[in-house]
């Protein structure tokens, strides 16, 4: 494919390139600054899906976010998952390529979902071996996410901080800091979410996630749940500006994957994300 706009990423707000929107985003002029897909639903070679990216990566940025390389697995990563992979970023060459602190697949079982890891030593070696194979593969640094939590171990060796930050350090990956994921398991688990903030040096971080979450009631508690299906609520608006603060002006996706909006409903939680990093530009060239 050629002609593909030049892939820097600007600190502001994206939004995921999903079906429901796709003509409104081709046909119409967007303040949304740039754009994620799953890399999974575009591991084909062609179809309708192609046909639509290979439009807006004329005109926007693209960052690529995968959900199944299972870069905790024991092991290691699928050979044949991380060569679609390599083939999907060599044809549009995203801006940033992001993955999970996750694992989804043992010997030749897969399972739909990111589950947790023990943060210990021993998961550390594998998380940073998958990962520098990965970014040797790939060619290119990678992104990796921090989850959502709703348990936790008893034998961890590493906070979660620790733990992603470790892995950052030794597997020179950077870190794509959700800021809703941090909130909620702050809230389930009891922890200070501003702490787990302080812990990220900012210069790891390439990308922000921002996302609506839901609350349910079980047993005699509460429990949030990074369902990804809602707006962005205040609580995590006040952390998304704690972090800029911390870290300075990021690349900020607003995740909405379940009961997808309408488009303008969309764009306007972007615009609000906009807005308080422009504030951050603001503030950096008055102190300038």
């Known amino acids: 494919m050629s002609n593909l706009l030049s892939q820097s990423m600007p600190a502001l707000a994206g939004v995921g390139f999903k079906p429901q929107h796709f003509e409104s985003i081709i046909n119409q002029q967007t303040n949304v600054a740039w754009f994620e897909i799953h890399a999974e639903n575009y591991m084909g070679k062609g179809g309708i899906f192609h046909h639509h990216l290979e439009q807006l990566c004329l005109n926007y940025p693209l960052s690529i976010h995968g959900v199944g390389l299972s870069l905790g697995s024991f092991d290691g990563v699928c050979d044949r998952q991380l060569a679609d992979l390599k083939t999907l970023v060599n044809r549009y060459q995203p801006a940033l390529v992001s993955e999970h602190l996750s694992w989804s697949r043992h010997g030749t079982y897969s399972l739909n979902d990111l589950l947790p890891m023990p943060y210990t030593q021993e998961s550390l070696k594998v998380f940073v071996d998958n990962i520098s194979h990965t970014q040797d593969v790939l060619g290119r640094q990678i992104l990796i996410e921090n989850p959502s939590s709703y348990f936790e171990l008893n034998y961890n060796e590493f906070s979660e901080p620790e733990f992603l930050v470790s892995i950052a350090q030794l597997s020179g990956c950077g870190i794509l800091l959700d800021v809703n994921n941090v909130y909620v398991s702050a809230m389930n688990h009891g922890f200070d979410a501003k702490e787990y903030i302080d812990a990220v ?55 909405w994957d379940n009961d997808v909006p309408a488009w303008q409903e969309l764009v306007e939680q972007a615009d609000i994300a906009n807005s308080y990093l422009k504030k951050i530009d603001v503030a950096l060239d008055t102190y300038e």
Do not use: N
């Open 201 to 255: 040096a900012p210069v790891s971080v390439g990308e922000i996630h921002l996302a609506g979450h839901s609350v349910q009631a079980m047993h005699d508690k509460e429990i949030r749940i990074d369902d990804h299906g809602s707006k962005v609520c205040d609580a995590v608006w006040e952390l998304y500006q704690y972090t800029l603060d911390k870290i300075g002006a990021k690349p900020t996706l607003i995740e």
